[in-house]
Structure formats: C-alpha cells, structure tokens
C-alpha cells in the first residue's frame, strides 16, 4: 500500500520512486501497442473511481485493441513490477476496479462472441462484452445468459465473473459460478491457463498442477470450510476454496463435478486476468406474468416474501417507499411505477413467474392473489401479465441504486453493509433490528432488491464529508454482529473489494483466511494482480481511499446558474429536506449537482432512450455523461489544476457533448451534462473570449431579419462554390454541410387580425420558424384558430420579435442570454397572469422556459411561465383532454408517418403527445423511430471538427431507419435541426407536426 496522500491527487507520481518505471512503462505501451495508452492526469481521474465510496489514483490506462495486446500490456506491466487492474465497465460498488494499478479496460474493443454451441447451450465470449448485448445476440436462437443484474445494460461478462454476480433471478438460475464453465486466463507469470473441469485437464498441465496443490490448501481446512463456509445462496466473499470440499460438495455444478474456472469466479481479478470465457445458457421462457404485491408495512413484506418463494416464482424483488417516492418524482418512473401501487403502500415485491405454459403462469398468480388473502391482505395484488407493463416496472426497479442516489443534498445513501444475506426465515427480523441500528445513529436506510433469497440492498443515509465514515464503522460492526447471529454472509452479492476486504477473515476465520493467503501466493507471487484485494485489505473505513474525505470541498467560482435547489439538508431519519439555500457557498449547488452522478454508469448504454449519443459512436469514457461528471467534479475539486472550468480538461471532455439532455431523463439521478456545458462554456469564453463562429452563433436572432431581407442574395450563396467553400472555411464550418435557408418574416407578415374569443392562447414564434420556415407557424396559427382560440403572437410592432436566448447560451454568451430571457419574461407576464397557454415549435425554445429560465435567478415569475409553456402538440392534448378542442381531421394522402423525437422533447417526455395528435388524422399509421440524438444539434453538427460525429449520431439508428422505411411514409420532426440533418443524410424532407395537422383540418 501507498501513503495516505499518495492515493489522492495526481502530484504524488512526480515525487515517487517510481517515477522512472511509470514513464517507461508508458513510453513502450505506447510504442508497443495498438489500443491507446491514457496516462494523463484527467483520463486517470476518469478511471480512479467506480459505483463505491472510493477514489484511488491508477497509474496508467490502457484499452487493447485485440488479444495480442491484451497480452502484450500484461507482459509490459510485469516487466515494469507494476500492478494490473482488469476493469469492465466500472460499475463496481465496494471498490473492486480502483487500484494504484495500470488499469486495463477491455469494454471498448475485446467484446466478441467467439464461439456458440445451440445445441449445447453454451458460448464463448470475450471479457468486454455487455451482458444485454450477449443476451440480444443470444434472443433468435431462444437462449439467454440468465444472471440478469440490474446493471445488464452496461457491465461485462468479465466484470461479472470477478464479482460472482448474482441477479434478480438467481433464485431459479443460480449465480455467476452456477453459470460458468471455463476461463482462459493469463496468470501474474505471463503463462495462459485454461480453466475449467478437474477431470478433463491432462495430468501434468499447468491448471492440473494448480489444482491439486488447491486440494492440498483445501483439505488442510476441511473442518473450517464445512463450519464457516455460509449455507445461503447469496455467498460471494473470499475465494471459492469450498469447491475442493469433497465430503460436503458445494453444488457449484449441477453435476457435482469440480471446475477450477469457479475458483476464478468472485477473485475480482487477484489470480488471473480473463481471456475468454465459457457460459452455460437456459432457454428463454416463453411467457411471463407479474404480480405487484402491495403491503401497509415492511416488516409484512419481509415477514410474508418466506410463503411467496413457496409458490415457485423466478423472482420476487422488493421496492420500499423510499424508492417508491423517488420514482414517483422522476418523470421517466412515474406513469409506470403509479399503475403498480394499491394506496401508498410502504413496500411493494414484485413477483414474477416464468415457464413455457402461459396458463400455469396465470394460475401461478391466481395462487399469488389466493395467498395474500389467505395472509389477511385481500386485493393487494396488481396483476401484470401483459410484458410491456413488465419490462416498463422491471426498468424501474433495475434503476434502483440510481432512483435511490438521485436524493439532493450532503447525505447520500452509501453501500458498505449494503447486501448482507440471512436465511428467509430471519429476513423480517434481520430487517427490523437493522433498522433499529440505523434510528440509534440518527439515520434512515434505504431498502430494495432481492428478497427472494434474502439479501437486500440497505443503504444507510450518511455525509460522508462529516461523520459518515465514523458512523459507517459503528453500524457496520453492529450488522455483523446481527449477520453471525442469523447465520448469514456479510457478502452476499456486490464482492468484497475495499469495502469489505477486510470482513473476509471476520467470516470465515484466521485458518481459512490464512489459505486465501497461500492461494494468491501461489497465483501471483509477487501480488501484481489487482492488489488490496480480498487478501491483506486496508480498512472500509481509511480515510485516504474515499472519494469524499474528510474536508474535501468545491474550489471557489462563482456559477452563472443559479443551483440553490440542489444545496438542501435532508433529515435522514424523516426524509424531510429543508428550503434550498446557498449555505454560504455559492459553488455548493454546482458542486452537488455534479456529484449526483454515483458513477452506476447507466449512461454506457446502447438501448432505447437517448443517453449518450457521444459514447455510442466512441466508447470512450471521456465522451460518457459519467465521465464529463468525475471531470468536473475532479476540477471542481482542485484536483485538475487551477483552472476551474476554464480549463482544457473540461472543454476537451465536454467537446462532443451535443446538449441533447438525454442525461436529464434517461439518467436516473437526473445529472443534467447540457446544463453543466453552458457553465464550462461561459466560463471559457470569460477566460478565453469569443471566435468569429461563436458570435455568428449567439448573434442569429439579431441578423435574421437582415438575412430575411436579403434572402434571395444570402441563398444563393450555397449555389457559388468558391464562394460557399470560403465562408464556411473562415467560419470553421463543414464544407459539405448546407448553409441554413432564410425566407421571409412570418411576425412581420402576419398580423393578429382575429375578433376577440373565449380562449385564448399566444403563439411563440421562435427565430427559426419565423425567418426560415415561417410555413410551420403559419399552419400552427391555423390550426389553433380552427381549434376556436384567439391567437396572439410574441411580437409587438416595431419591436424586435421574444427570443428565449438559446443562441446565445450555446455560444456562452450567458449574460445575453438571460437578457433575452428576461425581456421575454416581462412581455409574456401580462398573459401568463391571465392563464392564458404560450405555446411554441421549437422544442428547444419553448422548453428552455421550463428549464433554463428557472435557473436565473428571475423568481416567481419564472416558475409562473413554466406552468404554461406548452409545446404546440402538448397543448393540443391538453385542451382536448379538458373537452375544449374544437377539430375534425380528414385522411391524408399518406398512410404511415415516421416520427423522429427532438432530444429535449423526449426529456421532458413530450414526444407522447405528438404520437397522439397524429392519431387524430384518420387512416394514418404512426411509427416512432427508437433513435438517440440525430447528432445535428444546432451548431454542432456545422462545426468543421465535429461535422464527422454528428453524421456517426446520425448513422446510429435515425438515418437507417428512414431509407429503409420507404419512400411512402410522410417523415415528422418538430426539430429545426433534426429536419436539417435528415435532409442532408437522405435528401428526404421531414415536416413539423403543425403542417401535417394543418393538411389534415376537415
């Protein structure tokens, strides 16, 4: 182990010893190898942390690019005597892929399926791929790698294989070491081992060696393994040494045989590096059916989860009211989480059954409902069995850990106890006498997770900037206690790592302990291997290791945003918070908004939803929502420099952020990176000023109208291509980007010419709809007119037309920005004050003012907008919904419409209400294409550096699904520039809502 102070910072390196071997080592990794090589201070601090508590300075960082060079950084470490970290997709949460350690990512290129035997169920993968994209892979063929963790849509076979994974249903599949059947690893000597059956190894190969000299260690402590050696389920401490226990074989093998790769599995990477990897599969069950079992308190839930394992189900996962709270807030959770809840119930399980036969699953829940009643809870069962229902309330519950981090303020939810396992009959005992615990140090827990096999994820809500550490200490010896009386594991799923480390002797005794020793010995000698781990552990609770020690704390700035809302105090014990503030601190917000994000990385993801366009066309952690946050936050901190958010770090992580606020829904703590962005923006452009292109930006509301004016000359000049090449090279734009097209002036032209009607409402024409297709307006007007309101326009004669400063916030203009805001906020009042709706086109526009606005600091007024800003096709369900809308649709000459969502729409869920609009037009099918950011983005996507990604944004799903489509669906996209891109990728024209709503009129 390092000193204290040589695990915090960067600047320790410079004064070590070993200053010279780690220069080397980076010189001949970078000479010697295909992948990249990352030893700068900023990409190290990416890597320092993961889903825990801690924050430990690596080395180096390497991503191999193939096998070779897998082996070829082993081999150069090993030479250097510097220690290796294998590390997947860093979601680990007691600090197992932190390590003063050359960490080596596999997740970016060695993710292969190598080789599938269907008939077999078996495959073979590389150590990087993602379990969800494994199991895609595996769908056709009706197999299925069944421990599903909730983190499935980011972490890697081979990071589950170090931490013996577990999952929601391992009460029928087992966990990770039920489910593999061999490794291929390199061992600390360089020396590539294949791992798997005892009885088929050739007598005197390697791994046979290994394993009769395992049996040795084994059998010296028979007696203590048969004693201390858990008997649940959920067992992940230590090393799997019980598998040599011949009189009492642990059924790690459905067989009974013994495989030395289940050795491998749970050593969190301190024997040997996996290569490959072997997995037994199950078939995919054909149907499934839920069942929400409500209950008036947790100690019932707890108490009754005993009888419900009886009726055979494949899981039964509990969500307690904190976490139901939680999602009730979050905007992403809470249509689905409401249809689950009988009440308000203080916990929930969510009860699932699985098979080939649909009517015994059915008669499995029938069953479920005849229990609960029998129970004395009658009609407390909320019956799912349609599997978008389900998969919608297993989303929410695989969010937990996120839903339960996204609480503002000092006190978090920390893991250190956090999924202890006690036999089911202790379970509601165990539970309550914890939370007794937790009252006895002024503190709450949160509960959710696996009760079906007894282990639950609690988190007591600690500060760990104050007492945290101290009171984990005590409330962590006290669950020991509480864990040895029930017979349970203090480790029951997440690993061992820093946090539990030095736990494994406490479980499993001084002799056993002692053999784990003698088994890294005899793998890595010379303890290169992800050292500090499982064997010779520093403390969970020394300080030097957290991310947060004590008296760490937000180098002085002074925000542009106002972040006060995220500075609240919250009693742990109530859940009650206080009125934001500032505490005195004007970086504190900032600083605890940034740290919302709990490194789960659920940002890694390449499903549905938008999150994070940047990191599906990299699979770069700079380029990850998670990755921008532990930069900032390392900067804010003072642990890049003095630069603050000025800094080139900041603007170099930032680069391809496309401010799609993707992060804003689909990330479950709510880490908003397009705000972040417009602070480091403004923030450089304070330091550094502004370039030409910068200002042609910000400034477009001021020379549309000129443009407009001279439209007929400033068109033309896309068709002078010696004169278009030199504009756009002067500007730094792409050249083979398309000039924006200006046409006429629609508030100018179009006057409020209407009597006056019962209803009103106020058109706000955004720059864009007005001097570039002012048609979008115009049919907007006309079909709120037909609707029978009075429409006013956001114009006064004479007067430059509202602008919501959108411009100029991407630009970093923030000052002008918030003018625009304000002068906008004091024309709106008049009619916000009468109720009267503004509704806008353009999403980004009209929803800054329930975003952006709020955040300067401009009051109640502020609040007042936001409550009657309405996107055009929002409004439209709205007043439909009150009975007010007053339209008749007739059937147009398509019949099918692809709809593509504006990135900010599907933030704040507003791409629904354009489904339905578009319902209204008889005859009319409606596709909505599953796509991320169209990669356009305003500026970014003209921008000659980044004109390459923003076609990679397009490329990922958006443009594909239009060409094959066909030519006989009508495209819709209400984003200027998701028109702009679409017509530039595919010379397709994509029309706003309001056009096709305005053919349609009757």
Known sequence: MSSGNDMRGFAPLSRDARVKPVAELASRLQREMAGEVLFDHASRGRYSTDASIYQVMPVGVVIPRHQDDLSLALDIARDAKIPVLARGAGTSQCGQTVGEALVIDTTRYLDGVLEFDAEARTVMVEPGIVLDHLNAWLKPHGLWYPVDVSTSAQCTIGGMVGNNSCGSRSIRYGNMVHNVLGVEARLADGSEVSFGFVDEMAERSQARLLADKLKVIAEKVGPEIREHFPKVLRRVGGYNLDLFDCQNPKPYDPDGRVNLAHLLVGSEGTLGVSRRITLRLSPLPEHKVLGVVNFPTFYQAMDFTQHIVKLDPSAVELVD????????????????????????????????????????????????????????????????????????????????????????????????????????????????????????????????????????????????????????????????????????????????????GEWVAWQFGPRINDAFREIKQLFDPENLLNPGKIVDTPTMDDDRYFRFPKGYQAIPLTPVFDWSAWNVKRDPLTGEQSEPGSAGDPTHG??????????????????????????????????????????????????????????????????????????????????????????????????????????????????????????????????????????????????????????????????????????????????????????NARAAKRVLEAAGYQVHLNARKGERPLCCGRTYLSSGQFDKAKAEARRTLEHLMPYVRRGVAIVGLEPSCLLSMRDEFLQYGLGEEARALSEVAFLFEEFLVKASEAGELQLAFKPLGHRRAMLHGHCHQKAFDAVRPIERVLSWIPGLDVETIESSCCGMAGSFGYEVEHYDASLKMAELSLLPAIREGGDDAVLVADGTSCRHQIKDGTAREAVHVARLLEQALA
């Open 321 to 500: 009211r904190t976490m139901i709270d939680l999602s009730l807030e979050n905007p992403a959770f809470r249509q689905v989480i409401e249809k689950a809840l009988v009440g308000k119930p203080k916990a929930i399980l969510l009860v699932e059954f699985a098979g080939q036969d649909h009517d015994a699953q059915l008669e499995s829940l029938h069953q479920l409902n005849q229990l609960m009643a029998d129970l004395g809870l009658p009609d407390s069962v909320v019956a799912m069995p349609d599997g978008a229902e389900q998969k919608s309330l297993w989303n929410v519950r695989k969010a937990g850990l996120n839903i339960m981090m996204s609480m503002k303020g000092d006190g978090k939810p920390v893991s250190f106890i956090e999924d202890c396992a006690v036999p089911l009959e202790h379970l509601a005992e165990y539970t309550d006498k914890l939370t007794e615990v937790f009252h006895r140090y002024g503190t709450e827990g949160t509960w959710y997770a696996h009760a079906s096999v007894g282990t639950l994820h609690v988190r007591p809500i600690l500060d760990m900037r104050r007492d945290g550490g101290e009171k984990m200490r005590e409330i962590a010896e006290q669950a020991s206690q509480l864990v040895r009386e029930y017979k349970g594991a203090y480790s029951g799923e997440h690993g061992d790592g820093l946090c539990r």
């Open 590 to 775: 900032l600083a605890m908004a940034v740290e919302m994000c709990n490194n789960n990385g659920h940002c890694r993801k390449f499903d549905a939803g938008t999150m994070c366009p940047s990191y599906r066309i990299t699979k770069d952690e700079q380029h990850l929502t998670r990755g921008r946050a532990n930069t900032l936050r390392l900067v804010l901190s003072g642990q890049l420099g003095e630069e603050g958010l000025a800094s080139d770090d900041v603007k170099e992580a930032l680069d391809l952020c496309v401010s799609c606020k993707g992060c804003k829904r689909d990330c479950p703590t709510g880490v908003d990176m397009a705000k972040f962005k417009i602070e480091a923006r403004a923030a450089w452009v304070s330091a550094k000023g502004l370039t030409l292109r910068d200002r042609m930006v910000g400034e477009m509301p001021r020379y549309a109208p000129w443009a407009s004016k001279c439209s007929g000359l400033v068109n033309r000049i896309e068709r002078v291509p010696f004169l278009a090449r030199g504009i756009k090279q002067a500007l730094g734009l792409a050249p083979k980007r398309s000039l924006p097209a200006f046409h006429g002036n629609f508030l100018a032209e179009v006057h409020e010419q209407q009597p006056p009607a019962a209803r009103e409402v106020l058109l706000f024409v955004d720059t864009f709809n007005n001097y570039m297709e002012g048609d």
